[in-house]
């Protein structure tokens, strides 16, 4: 362990998420609200597809990459499940569905089309098939719904964990997590004694995100009028955060974020962190970025 970080140093850190292998850490500690909701300020400017006055349930498959044996293709039936205990207390809920038959770059074959997803369709939701998966409009369009979304059902990928730690609503996972965030619940093992509470939680929250539009289910207490996330701590002052020139650092040609948000400390000097740039995906590359920064406000 490092106690002391000289100044004009540079960390290079491939492994930055430790609270997934130490879970006497809690991701929340990294990942406090304010930052959350400073990651997703942009997109909140984004227009979206979502009818006013309904709750937006986002769904994301992954589906291109993987064989349809492959067990982190997770099931529809699993999807359908999740849907239909949404319905029980949002029953005009609006669904969303993104996936993409594109394999990566690497493959020219795909293992799925448009077809296998017809399921959804017939079920009432809104399905999004991206084929084209170098087109940066097209999964920064997916990203901002899933991070925005009042409940986003994630599926077993870097991919989902990226608008996952922006989603200050409610987000449910595959069984997937190690470590979750406060407003996260498992959406698998129904059984457990507390699902149902949960997913009653969930739906709470989500209309309240909402602005507490839509009724919920019979048998069902009336929406919450509120159901904040509790911050850990409070956002930095802005002037913690100001523009710096780079021309003052010790290297010119190295490549260093100088968006406010990567800006922690005032001096030109600070410690300077470095991550490993993954290049088997845009969500696996994002959300390594975003968990060095989640150490950096930390440390």
């Known amino acids: 362990k490092v106690k002391k970080l000289d100044a004009n140093v540079n960390i290079y850190c491939p492994a930055v ?13 990294f990942f406090p609200t304010w930052f959350r909701d400073t990651l997703r300020k942009q997109l909140d400017l984004l227009p979206w597809e979502i009818a ?18 492959d067990s982190r293709a997770t099931p529809d039936k699993y999807y359908y499940r999740v849907a239909d205990a949404i319905k029980k207390h949002i029953p005009d809920a ?58 986003f059902v994630m599926s077993q990928s870097s991919f989902s964990m990226v608008p996952a730690y922006m989603n200050t609503n409610c987000v449910i996972y595959p069984s997937n997590v190690d470590s979750p965030l406060e407003n996260w619940m498992d959406g698998k093992n129904e059984k457990r004694g507390s699902y149902d509470k949960e997913m009653k939680t969930c739906c709470e929250r989500a209309i309240s995100a909402a602005g507490g539009v839509s009724s919920m289910g019979s048998g069902s207490a009336p929406p919450m009028a509120a159901m904040p996330v509790n911050r850990v701590d409070a956002m930095p002052a802005e002037s913690a955060a100001p523009v710096v020139s780079f021309a003052s650092l010790e290297s010119p040609t190295a490549k260093y974020c100088n968006l406010k948000i990567c800006r922690f400390q005032e001096s030109e000097t600070a410690p300077r962190l470095f991550v490993l740039e993954h290049t088997d995906g845009a969500g696996h590359r994002m959300k390594s970025i975003m968990e060095g920064m989640a150490i950096a406000i930390r440390n």
Do not use: C
Request: charged content about 25%; overall charge positive.
């Open 17 to 29: 998420n430790e609270w997934g292998w130490n879970k006497s850490v809690s991701t929340q500690h």
């Open 94 to 151: 609006e669904f969303h569905v993104w996936v993409s038959t594109k394999n990566i770059p690497a493959y020219d074959y795909d293992f799925w089309t448009s077809k296998d997803f017809k399921g959804y369709s017939k079920r009432g939701m809104n399905v999004h098939v991206d084929k084209n998966i170098e087109d940066n409009k097209l999964f920064l369009n997916a990203w901002l719904h899933m991070a925005r979304a009042h409940i």
């Open 52 to 69: 006013p006055g309904k709750v937006a349930v986002v769904m994301h498959l992954r589906r291109a990459d993987l064989q349809r044996d």
